[in-house]
Nanobody, 115 residues
Framework: EVQLVESGGDLVQPGGSLRLSCAAS????????MTWVRQAPGKGLEWVSD????????NYADSVKGRFTISRDNAKNTLYLQMNSLKLEDTAVYSC????????WGQGTRVTVSS
């Protein structure tokens, strides 16, 4: 059974940092690119970033480029999202997905940026 378990969300002040984690199981993690998406309150789903299997090829939404860093630890079957210089508009529930296979969702992790 595929499981994606996100964690690391919290309440943080503008300008702060958080690192999100996504523990993956039930599939061969090393064979799949992975994606982070987010959904802000009252808004639609927004793609944030993705990372290829090698961990070296990454892509970012313009809204987070230069502030967020996606990474993966294939030995631990874990995906990360380092978020720096957080802004109010980064407030959202963040979810990790298997790239191109969007049938599996975890519970997400809530990030609230507020002063």
């Amino acid at each position: 059974e595929v499981q994606l378990v996100e964690s690391g969300g919290d309440l943080v002040q503008p300008g702060g940092s958080l690192r999100l984690s996504c523990a993956a199981s039930g599939f061969t993690f090393t064979k799949y690119a992975m994606t982070w998406v987010r959904q802000a309150p009252g808004k639609g789903l927004e793609w944030v970033s993705d990372i290829h299997t090698d961990g070296d090829t990454t892509n970012y939404a313009d809204s987070v480029k230069g502030r967020f860093t996606i990474s993966r630890d294939n030995a631990k079957n874990t995906l990360y999202l380092q978020m720096n210089s957080l802004k109010l508009e980064d407030t959202a529930v963040y979810s990790c997905l298997i790239y191109g296979v969007y049938d599996y969702w975890g519970q997400g992790t809530r990030v609230t940026v507020s002063s």
